[in-house]
């Protein structure tokens, strides 16, 4: 990989619509790709290995000479890059440049699938696309990565319901903008390194997507007191003991910035818009993490948290120092290097770190005290699956339901079992009746809950024809248990249904207000 300086210029977006143009006109897109590499070199190259792609690509069609140009950054023809390419134009505003008698790409230019089947194009430095178990290997301070898993993490846990603004806080190389510009009506990215602004400017271009207000600065200094529909950030969260690397190193101690950005994003939201962001935070000795991180929720807001990896110190510092690149270093250097992080993780009694997703939902309901926060914090190593921007709106609308709902309201509502929601029964072979019934959803986040069988046999009738105290009733008779004893324990059991999305309101069933994912 590429660990030369970073170019002085970047290119313009004069012209970034005839580039557009060729790069479709090509079949260069995400589609294209894997059409023309095949399933395991184009797995391969998210890897950042490239061999096979360059075994592919080994013709002199438009689509393998834009491959071979800006993704495997190898050196083209003059005549070869005009045939796929306007070349002089690409040449005046700086995307390629030509060196003796071959051309060369300025900047990694990569296909990128929109949700709806969109053909966009994610520009960043060269050789930092993101991807190997070596990582980028560059040291520049003002490096600007692409796509990676982290970004597409972000993309597919945020809700895309129609805005009138959004931030991207710490834009990069703008993917997250990218998304945004699709529905909302204007769009502000920020950025502590101008040159990821510039990064940005030309992804947007480049896509064809509508330009966005670019603000340089750190956190929320740049907006001054303007408020958002949506936040989003995938901000520099790694907990380093130096912040050497812009696009990673927070700068601030231990996990403060990504506190700090939580803490502070609550007062820059609008009533019922969402902040969502990917975070790291430590886990330190004598201090529960769940408690840690509920201490972050702002005044005023919901919130939802899911921690989906831990790793210990040594792994974690072992993580970063390969993506910067030591390891390939002096040795005496990286054993330096790796005691500097771990005094530092036994500075601050730090075990291990947490990785996952915050999100954060600003209720005036809830700043006015007439209702309690609903403040979730839970661990989800499972398999989940994306996009999960429904079904994150879908929770935090449970909990509005759930908050206005006693449990005399709950058994007078009427509610039907979730689609994609399959029952199974764990028992011995041969035995008259199973030893627990789980309840377990195919999509989304993909939950299982146990159930009894009066719990089993309460969602296996829930069509929305009775409601909750009519079917409890029925159980009941038909079990020969209290309808009353029914009726007093089981409010609970029904409303972990409903807030964890087995069951759905009817009412809202029908508008599709509270499901996941469409109905899942």
Not at 34 to 47: K, V
Not at 460 to 466: A, E, H, Q
Not at 480 to 506: K, S
Request: charge should be negative.
């Amino acid at each position: 990989m590429s660990t030369t300086s970073l170019p002085p210029r970047l290119p313009a977006p004069a012209h970034a619509a005839r580039l557009r143009e060729a790069l479709l006109a090509a079949g260069f897109t995400a589609d294209g790709l894997l059409d023309l590499l095949g399933a395991p070199a184009y797995s391969a190259l998210a890897r950042s290995e490239t061999v096979p792609a360059l075994r592919a690509t080994r013709g002199d069609s438009p689509l393998e000479t834009l491959v071979r140009l800006f993704l495997l950054q190898r050196p083209v023809a003059p005549d070869v890059a005009a045939a796929a390419l306007p070349l002089d134009e690409a040449l005046d505003d700086g995307w390629v440049v030509r060196e003796d008698d071959a051309v060369l790409a300025t900047v990694d230019v990569r296909p990128y699938g929109g949700p709806d089947g969109e053909d966009w194009f994610i520009v960043s430095d060269l050789g930092c696309a993101v991807g190997g178990a070596g990582g980028i290997g560059n040291k520049d301070e003002g490096v600007v990565l692409g796509v990676g898993g982290a970004s597409t993490t972000l993309a597919g846990i945020t809700v895309r319901t129609p805005v009138s603004s959004a931030l991207d806080l710490g834009t990069g190389s703008g993917i997250q903008a990218l998304h945004a510009a699709q529905h909302a009506t204007l769009v502000t990215a920020t950025d502590l390194n101008g040159r990821a602004l510039d990064f940005t400017r030309l992804t947007l271009a480049l896509s064809g997507a509508r330009e966005a207000e670019l603000l340089e600065g750190s956190l929320f200094e740049p907006v001054d007191g303007d408020t958002y529909d949506l936040i989003v950030s995938n901000p520099p969260f790694v907990i380093s003991p130096g912040a050497r690397l812009t696009y990673r190193d927070g700068g601030m101690g231990g996990d403060d910035l990504c506190r700090t950005l939580v803490q502070q994003a609550g007062e820059r939201l609008n009533d019922g818009g969402y902040a969502q962001f990917l975070a790291n935070w430590q886990h330190v000795e004598g201090e529960d993490w769940q408690d840690r991180l509920r201490s972050w929720v702002p005044r005023g807001c919901d919130a939802w948290i899911v921690q989906r990896e831990v790793q210990d110190v040594t792994q974690y510092t072992e993580l970063w120092l390969r993506d910067s690149g030591d390891h390939r270093g002096d040795p005496d250097a990286y054993r330096v290097a790796y005691g500097r992080w771990l005094d530092e993780f036994e500075a601050r009694k730090t075990r291990a770190i947490g990785f996952g997703w915050i999100t954060i939902r600003r209720n005036d309901a809830v700043a006015s005290g007439a209702v309690e926060p609903s403040i979730l914090v839970e661990e989800w190593p499972h398999p989940v699956e994306q996009p999960l921007g429904p079904t994150v709106r879908a929770h935090f609308e449970r909990q509005d339901y759930l908050r206005t709902h006693d449990d005399a309201a709950l058994l007078a509502d009427r509610f039907t079992l979730a689609p994609e929601v399959v029952q199974e029964q764990v028992g011995l072979p041969g035995a008259e009746d199973p030893e627990h019934v789980v309840l377990r959803q195919n999509r989304g986040m993909r939950r299982a809950t146990k159930v009894d069988h009066i719990g089993a046999g309460f969602a296996g009738v829930c069509d929305g024809s009775l409601s909750a105290g009519r079917i409890l009733d029925a159980i009941g008779q038909l079990m020969g248990e209290d309808p009353v004893v029914l009726r007093d324990r089981t409010p609970q059991a029904i409303r972990l249904l409903v807030e964890e999305g087995f069951l759905l309101p009817t009412g809202a069933e029908t508008s599709g207000e509270y499901g996941e994912e469409g109905g899942a």
